[in-house]
């Protein structure tokens, strides 16, 4: 058996899943199993992947591993933002050529056509899916200019935006903060652990066929046996004639792609409820969703739901190679975001941050996703470049219509990429990523 060399580690608890009620548990696979297709992951690449295999495969024997908890994952520690433009993390701003610029946009777009499907059919509460648009905010000259940049590219495509100004900005977050605003009203905002976890219940219950979903069951080991993978859990051996590995980061893990993913960090924290005085004092409308002109900013929400009216904040990188950070770290990190609440909101002085968390990105040196066919029967779904929330959605779908040899947009775009590119020893990669992820940090200044 090939062994698979580290498992996944989720530091600090999402806001997004403990708002939650209790989650509903699957259970742990035990014993032999035997099934047409395996997906390992129950993220959304994973999630997507078995949602994809029901409606093409309907019906074949579907099984999903989970290493951890559904909505744990860094499926539920993100902030949400599922967007259809351009927006290249790796990239200095937001340029790209208008043709593939526009292919993109369509692809994206069909990622959140199929979460809005998916709501529908599942009967989501419209705060898992919540079409809404975003704003991307600036706070000074430079911020302004990137986003005039953006607001020209959009032209060039043809696409839909408003300019907000100052008091613009204002009505819409109660926050003096912003200087101005591109509203870009193509974003879906999504709970993310919700949709998560509404989708793993709409697969294992709301299916003629429904999926065999289990937690708690890392894959640990595989190999090829015959025509199937053999897929060793700690208590159950899983026989499938297809596997579908939806992993981001820990593709490499299982031996794939060594050298060629990035690992990055980024961490979060989670207000607790406004209260009505609160709400008073801040005004705005009560769900909105910043990006910051500077990709490397922080990015800032106000979310009504299952936990009342909250705010989250995003910000800081780290890149570690480990697939792991500390708790410390995560503590640390939550007083860089109540730093920028305080600067936002200096209204709500009050109000304390309830959950912090940190959560693994994958990224390739290159942009490109590590996907295909890697061994016959045995297809990836991963490294989503830090925007898996539609990336991750269209790796998913791209790898079971790979799969089940349907010709599709989404598995040309995929299949038409470069490999990951190489990335140098360990130890110059990360003093190299360190280096520039806190050079663009400082230039981002005003944004965090
Ligand atoms: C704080 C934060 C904010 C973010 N904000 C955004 C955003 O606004 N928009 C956006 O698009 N993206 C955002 N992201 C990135 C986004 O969360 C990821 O790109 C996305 O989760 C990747 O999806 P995935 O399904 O490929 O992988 P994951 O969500 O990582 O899912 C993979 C799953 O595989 C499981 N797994 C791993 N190894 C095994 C194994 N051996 N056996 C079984 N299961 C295994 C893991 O437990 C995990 O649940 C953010 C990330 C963070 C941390």
Redesign the pocket.
Same mark, same amino acid.
């Not at 809005?116 to 000074?140: L, Q, T």
């Not at 792609?257 to 209260?275: D, G, I, K």
């Not at 040196?365 to 269209?394: D, H, I, M, W, Y």
């Given at each position: 058996m090939r062994q698979?060399s580290k498992?996944?580690r989720?530091t600090g608890i999402t806001g997004w899943n403990a708002v939650l009620g209790v989650a509903p548990a699957y259970p742990a696979a035990e014993g032999d199993i035997t099934a047409d297709w395996l997906v $390992?992951?129950? !993220?959304? #690449? @994973?999630?997507?992947a078995a949602k994809r295999l029901t409606e093409l495969r309907g019906g074949d024997s579907i099984v999903l591993?989970?290493?951890?908890r $559904?909505g744990? !994952?860094? #499926? @539920?520690?993100?902030?949400?933002?599922?967007?259809d433009l351009p927006h290249e993390l790796s990239g200095d701003g937001y340029s790209g050529s208008a043709d593939g610029d526009r292919l993109q946009i369509s692809l994206n777009r069909h990622a959140q056509g199929f979460a809005k499907a998916a709501a529908v059919e599942y009967e989501m509460p419209s705060e898992a899916v919540d079409p809404i648009g975003r704003v991307n905010g600036a706070v000074n000259a430079s911020g302004e200019a990137h986003n005039r940049a953006y607001a020209d590219q959009l032209d060039l495509l043809g696409e839909a935006y408003r300019r907000l100004d100052a008091d613009e900005m204002k009505e819409l977050t109660g926050s003096e903060f912003y200087s101005s605003g591109l509203f870009l009203p193509g974003a879906v905002m999504?709970q993310?652990a919700l949709y998560?976890r509404e989708l793993a219940v709409g697969l294992t219950t709301k299916q003629t066929h429904p999926v065999s979903l289990y937690e708690n069951?890392?894959?640990?080991g595989y190999d090829r046996q015959g025509d199937s993978w053999l897929v060793t859990?700690p208590r159950a051996r899983i026989a499938a004639k297809r596997v579908i590995m939806?992993?981001?980061?820990?593709a490499q893990?299982?031996g794939f792609f060594r050298q060629r993913l990035m690992h990055v960090?980024?961490?979060?924290s989670m207000s607790e409820p406004l209260n009505a005085a609160q709400q008073g004092r801040l005004g705005g409308m009560p769900a909105w969703g910043i990006?910051p002109a500077d990709p490397m900013g922080s990015?800032v929400r106000r979310h009504r739901g299952e936990g009342g009216s909250r705010i989250v904040i995003?910000n800081r990188w780290t890149y570690d190679p480990s697939m792991e950070v500390s708790e410390g770290r995560v503590a640390s990190f939550r007083r860089d975001h109540e730093r920028a609440f305080r600067r936002r909101f200096p209204m709500l002085d009050d109000v304390a941050m309830t959950h912090s968390?940190?959560?693994?990105?994958?990224l390739s040196r290159n942009s490109v996703p590590a996907f295909g066919e890697l061994e016959p029967g045995f297809f990836s779904?991963?490294?989503?470049?830090?925007?898996?929330?539609?990336?991750?959605t269209l790796?998913?779908i791209g790898a079971v219509e790979l799969a089940t040899r349907s010709n599709s947009p989404i598995v040309q775009d995929l299949q038409s990429c470069d490999a990951p590119q190489l990335l140098p020893p360990t130890p110059i990669a990360r003093l190299g990523a360190t280096i520039v992820l806190k050079w663009r940090e400082w230039k981002a200044g005003a944004e965090i």
């Amino acid at each position: 058996m090939r062994q698979i060399s580290k498992l996944p580690r989720d530091t600090g608890i999402t806001g997004w899943n403990a708002v939650l009620g209790v989650a509903p548990a699957y259970p742990a696979a035990e014993g032999d199993i035997t099934a047409d297709w395996l997906v $390992i992951g129950g !993220g959304f #690449a @994973g999630l997507s992947a078995a949602k994809r295999l029901t409606e093409l495969r309907g019906g074949d024997s579907i099984v999903l591993l989970e290493a951890g908890r $559904i909505g744990e !994952g860094p #499926a @539920g520690r993100n902030s949400g933002f599922m967007i259809d433009l351009p927006h290249e993390l790796s990239g200095d701003g937001y340029s790209g050529s208008a043709d593939g610029d526009r292919l993109q946009i369509s692809l994206n777009r069909h990622a959140q056509g199929f979460a809005k499907a998916a709501a529908v059919e599942y009967e989501m509460p419209s705060e898992a899916v919540d079409p809404i648009g975003r704003v991307n905010g600036a706070v000074n000259a430079s911020g302004e200019a990137h986003n005039r940049a953006y607001a020209d590219q959009l032209d060039l495509l043809g696409e839909a935006y408003r300019r907000l100004d100052a008091d613009e900005m204002k009505e819409l977050t109660g926050s003096e903060f912003y200087s101005s605003g591109l509203f870009l009203p193509g974003a879906v905002m999504l709970q993310p652990a919700l949709y998560v976890r509404e989708l793993a219940v709409g697969l294992t219950t709301k299916q003629t066929h429904p999926v065999s979903l289990y937690e708690n069951s890392p894959a640990t080991g595989y190999d090829r046996q015959g025509d199937s993978w053999l897929v060793t859990t700690p208590r159950a051996r899983i026989a499938a004639k297809r596997v579908i590995m939806a992993v981001n980061g820990h593709a490499q893990s299982f031996g794939f792609f060594r050298q060629r993913l990035m690992h990055v960090f980024t961490y979060a924290s989670m207000s607790e409820p406004l209260n009505a005085a609160q709400q008073g004092r801040l005004g705005g409308m009560p769900a909105w969703g910043i990006t910051p002109a500077d990709p490397m900013g922080s990015t800032v929400r106000r979310h009504r739901g299952e936990g009342g009216s909250r705010i989250v904040i995003r910000n800081r990188w780290t890149y570690d190679p480990s697939m792991e950070v500390s708790e410390g770290r995560v503590a640390s990190f939550r007083r860089d975001h109540e730093r920028a609440f305080r600067r936002r909101f200096p209204m709500l002085d009050d109000v304390a941050m309830t959950h912090s968390w940190g959560g693994r990105l994958c990224l390739s040196r290159n942009s490109v996703p590590a996907f295909g066919e890697l061994e016959p029967g045995f297809f990836s779904a991963c490294c989503q470049n830090g925007l898996g929330t539609a990336k991750g959605t269209l790796s998913g779908i791209g790898a079971v219509e790979l799969a089940t040899r349907s010709n599709s947009p989404i598995v040309q775009d995929l299949q038409s990429c470069d490999a990951p590119q190489l990335l140098p020893p360990t130890p110059i990669a990360r003093l190299g990523a360190t280096i520039v992820l806190k050079w663009r940090e400082w230039k981002a200044g005003a944004e965090i």
